[in-house]
């Protein structure tokens, strides 16, 4: 006899439960990037826009520009936001610090870490997107999370809005890839 599976899930502990639904998040986050991955082999800047309005790929059409967003900690190199060209939440907009532009290599896999964030919203992960971000580019994740990593000294701590009181100084380069983490 077959086990009910919605009896076996209500059997769990409500931790279990939870857990039970994080590992599923993170196979179909894993899923989701093996199959773009299989489209799109060898994304970089050049395929990005066809990459980022592919609906197979991104819930949302998504853009991105190299400008810090409205939203963008100082610490960070990328971070999506609502697209106020698209109303009511229909489209997003991945904020680039504008020194990427000098490293297509490390613009792109700032946006493929940011996808998770675009799809998934507030419930996405650092585990989520660095997952993702491995399997879209073909990375082991540890391979991911060093060239992260040097996508973070490369940024820097740029000011947000130079003179501003407000705009604090950090230390990317301490190595705890902080810079990294989605808001």
């Not at 799809?119 to 060093?146: K, M």
């Amino acid at each position: 006899m077959i086990e009910d599976p919605i009896e076996a899930f209500r059997r769990l502990t409500p931790e279990e439960q939870i857990q039970e639904g994080e590992d599923s998040l993170l196979s179909h986050v894993l899923e989701k990037a093996i199959q773009a991955h299989a489209k799109y082999p060898l994304l970089g800047m050049d395929q990005m826009d066809a990459f980022l309005a592919d609906p197979d790929c991104l819930r949302y059409p998504t853009r991105y520009v190299y400008e810090f967003g409205s939203e963008m900690a100082p610490h960070q190199f990328a971070q999506p936001e609502e697209d106020f060209r698209l109303p009511g939440g229909q489209g997003k907009v991945v904020y680039l610090r504008p020194v990427l532009r000098q490293r297509p290599d490390f613009a792109a896999l700032a946006v493929a870490y940011m996808v998770p964030p675009i799809n998934y919203g507030d419930i996405a992960s650092d585990a989520h997107c660095l997952v993702y971000a491995a399997a879209l580019l073909g990375l082991t994740e540890d391979e991911c999370y060093e060239r992260l990593c040097a996508v973070a000294d490369f940024c820097g701590s740029e000011i947000k809005y130079a003179g501003a009181a407000d705009s604090p100084t950090l230390d990317c380069a301490s190595g705890s890839c902080a810079c990294a983490a989605p808001s």
